[in-house]
């Protein structure tokens, strides 16, 4: 009895043993699995984040594709830009030489007109009255011509005080003939006493014709009356305003905030330069050009000019 005793004492051990030992190698399973789990979940972030990287890179790629492309665009708008640009000289230049070419015959044509009136001093009052019309009419034509080259001159600009009321007038003797082509009756409305403004008299008469040049192309398609207002006002106490407005069409809204930019038009035939270089001159003189459509019918284009300040 002893003996079974001691026996079945000894087995005990062996148990407890076989249970630890079963106990440690499902620990050290648990563990092994623990890594292999944080392993597979540094692998996964690692995917993931390799994945956003590739995505991104995916993206930056397509983002810096759509700039080449517009880069591209810009280059081949600046090319056509220079192309219009280049143009625009070649045709100064040819007006500028053909004016120079007409002043020649209206030299000539003036000369013998003068020459028949004073053979005529003191008969054929009829003829001589005719010879008169042609004078003025030279002489009309001559000063057109002599603006025109000075409007063309690669001067630099000379600042000095300008009548506004002497500059408006001067400008619509230019256009005055254009107008009755077309039909277009000219109005003036210039407040007494304006002070002198400070700028370029060419510079400032190239904008006034580019702007009657534009309600002369809006009044094309017209059936109504074709009336251009062009007045100047006293805007506040250190600027002058002149407005040149007509009776045409108007100007769409969504054509507006392009309207000033360079090479936009909406004509056929146009450039696309004239009111970008007229807004570039009235900003160079300190003043601001802007447009707005009439309650009725037609635009009015308005510019501000800083007096003179030694009027104020």
């Known amino acids: ?30 563990g092994l699995v623990q890594r292999q789990a944080d392993k597979l979940k540094i692998k996964n972030r690692q995917l993931r984040s390799g994945i956003k990287k590739q995505i991104k890179s995916e993206k930056q790629i397509h983002i810096d594709a759509i700039s080449i492309r517009k880069k591209d665009l810009e280059i081949i708008k600046q090319r056509e830009e220079l192309l219009h640009v280049t143009r625009v000289g070649k045709l100064a230049e040819f007006v500028s030489s053909l004016a120079h070419e007409i002043s020649q015959p209206l030299t000539a044509i003036l000369s013998y007109s003068q020459a028949a009136e004073r053979m005529l001093a003191d008969r054929e009052p009829k003829i001589r009255e005719i010879l008169r019309y042609i004078i003025d009419d030279d002489q009309r034509a001559t000063a057109v011509i002599q603006r025109l080259r000075a ?31 077309r039909s277009v009756l000219l109005k003036l409305k210039i407040d ?50 002149v407005n040149v407005s007509d009776s045409g069409c108007g100007i769409p809204a969504q054509s507006i905030p392009k309207l000033f930019t360079h090479f936009f038009t909406s004509k056929p035939d146009g450039l696309g330069m004239g009111l970008s270089i007229s807004r570039s001159i009235i900003e160079a003189h300190g003043g601001r050009l802007e447009i707005e459509n009439n309650s009725k019918r037609g635009a009015t284009f308005y510019f501000t000019i800083p007096i003179n300040k030694r009027d104020l």
């Open 151 to 181: 409007l063309l001159k690669k001067n630099a600009p000379e600042m000095k005080p300008i009548d506004v009321g002497v500059l408006i007038s001067d400008t619509i003797v230019l256009i005055l003939t254009d107008a009755i082509i």
């Open 192 to 241: 007494r006493d304006l002070p002198l403004v400070r700028g370029d008299r060419i510079q400032l008469q190239q904008v006034l014709l580019n702007l009657i040049s534009n309600s002369f192309d809006a009044m094309n398609s017209i059936s109504g009356p074709r009336e251009i207002l062009v007045s100047a006002s006293r805007k506040d106490k250190d600027n002058v305003i």
């Open 1 to 30: 009895m002893t003996n079974i005793k001691q026996s079945k004492l000894k087995r005990k051990p062996r148990i407890l043993k076989g249970k630890r030992t079963r106990s440690g190698e499902r620990v050290r399973l648990e």
